[in-house]
């Protein structure tokens, strides 16, 4: 009896892991390139799972990947444009797989013009 009090008290007084666990999982990253800030979306098995706008830093940005999504693999894709491939180069060094899409490629709903 007294082992079932412990164990109850030690499981009130326990708190729960708030970090999720993304081991083994595939997180997709889209991100929108703007001159001063990221705007990203991550998806993890078909749900968007957290959003997110940062400051246009790619080695923050990739720290904030690996802090967000432990033990994660990622796939990430941004528009080419005036930033040219740092953010690309960023990942690829970190072992984050990315590709650079054309804009003109991306499909639009015609509902929702650029």
Excluded: C
């Amino acid at each position: 009896m007294a082992s079932n009090i412990s164990n109850n008290q030690k499981a009130k007084n326990s708190k729960p892991s708030s970090k999720k666990s993304y081991e083994g999982k595939t997180v997709y990253v889209g991100i929108d390139v703007h001159k001063r800030t990221y705007s990203v979306v991550t998806v993890v098995e078909g749900i968007v799972v957290k959003k997110w706008q940062t400051v246009a830093n790619p080695t923050k940005l990739t720290l904030q990947l690996f802090r967000y999504f432990p033990g994660a693999s990622f796939q990430t894709a941004y528009e080419s444009g005036f930033s040219a491939f740092v953010l690309h180069r960023t990942f690829i060094k970190a072992g984050i797989p990315n590709i650079v899409v054309n804009p003109g490629s991306i499909e639009v709903a015609v509902h929702n013009p650029r």
